[in-house]
């Protein structure tokens, strides 16, 4: 009688082998390339799960008092100083309360996050003076604040050279 090899049992053992050193390796891959935060409301994000709701309830309140518009579209690195938003008071609602976060990001990293100081002449907020390092796609990350209502707004425009 002729001994045959049966080589099943060194495959299932190779077979969980591999799937153990694939979930390690995933795991090391992932701990090199960290996921980026997400600063749409500017706040950390254990509040926003909190208080999502009431937020999303002011921002509409908000929204039916001012009508936020990104006036730069395009931003010419070297020419262009700085980035200007239209904020206009429907129903003719003046308000000079009205406070602002600002923050100039790129859409895929936080490395270039930019914090410019603004200020709000005629119903339009003018950035600081600001030096855009790359081209490509940048987003302005916007809070306002009238009293107690809250607007959050995220808007991109294109920086080139």
């Keep these: 009688m002729a001994k045959t090899k049966t080589f099943w049992p060194y495959g299932i053992t190779l077979s969980i082998i ?45 929204e039916t008092k001012f009508d936020v518009k990104l006036q730069t579209k395009d931003f010419k690195i070297g020419s262009d100083k700085n980035i200007n938003i239209s904020i206009i008071p429907k129903n003719d609602n ?22 410019p100081n603004a200020t709000l002449i005629n119903n339009t907020l003018t950035t600081s003076e600001v030096d855009l390092a790359l081209e490509g796609r940048w987003q302005v990350m916007l809070k306002l604040k009238d009293n107690d209502l809250v607007g959050f707004y995220k808007m991109e425009f294109l920086a080139f050279k």
């Design 18 to 62: 591999g799937c153990i050193a694939l979930c390690i390796y995933t795991i090391v891959v992932s701990l090199d390339y960290p996921v980026e935060m997400d600063h749409f409301y500017l706040e950390k994000y254990q509040n926003v799960n909190q208080d999502i709701n009431e937020i999303r309830a002011k921002q509409r309140e908000f």
């Design 94 to 115: 003046t308000s000079s309360s009205l406070k602002y976060e600002i923050l100039l990001t790129r859409p895929d990293t936080n490395a270039y996050n930019i914090n």
